[in-house]
């Protein structure tokens, strides 16, 4: 009789690299991290950039990334597995339980940084000024493209019809 080989999903060793040593442990080069990487900017854009949150909600992003990732190799490995059924012992496989536990994470981090799109702040008044005039604050001049000459320009019509002088 052969001895059948286990199959192992990884998810413990995959969790054990990016505890020990973060996100940075992942090839950036991989069509997964990648995705990963555009979900983050995305979520931040969501929640008014990078710049508006705080240090807490910096930290649940990365609690939802991480989750994230170990939720999407579990769902990878398990898309690649003939039946989801143990047939000796009559139940599903142990880790769809550890995926029902990540995907019911991953919810509530992402309820508490809220389901809703935050704008981000408008800029102050004197943002606004300098980058639309310039750095002259005191003395704001419009920005034209339709500069007209005085010599061109028609003297404007009195009320009565007669030319001001």
């Known amino acids: 009789m052969t001895a059948r080989r286990q199959q192992k ?10 505890s020990a040593r973060g996100m940075g442990v992942l090839d950036g080069r991989s069509a ?3 995705a990963l990487v ?14 508006h949150l705080s ?25 690649q597995q003939s039946s ?8 599903a496989l142990p880790v769809l339980l550890q995926r029902m536990q990540l995907a019911d994470a991953l919810a509530r ?8 799109r935050r704008l981000p702040e408008p ?21 034209r493209s339709d500069t007209h000459s005085g010599s061109n320009a028609e003297t404007p ?7 001001e002088q």
């Open 9 to 18: 999903h990884g998810l413990n060793t995959l969790m054990r690299a990016v």
């Open 32 to 34: 997964a991290v990648r």
């Open 38 to 51: 555009g979900w983050r900017k995305e979520l931040t854009d969501s929640l008014g950039g990078e710049a």
């Open 55 to 79: 240090a807490q909600e910096l930290a649940l992003i990365e609690l939802c990334c991480r989750t994230r990732l170990f939720l999407d190799h579990v769902d990878s490995w398990l898309l």
């Open 84 to 91: 989801l059924i143990n047939r000796r012992k009559k139940s």
């Open 109 to 116: 981090h992402l309820g508490s940084l809220g389901l809703k």
């Open 123 to 143: 800029p102050s008044l004197e943002s606004y000024l300098a980058s639309e005039y310039g750095n002259d604050e005191a003395n704001p001049q419009p920005k």
């Open 157 to 163: 019509a009195a009320p009565d019809g007669e030319l």
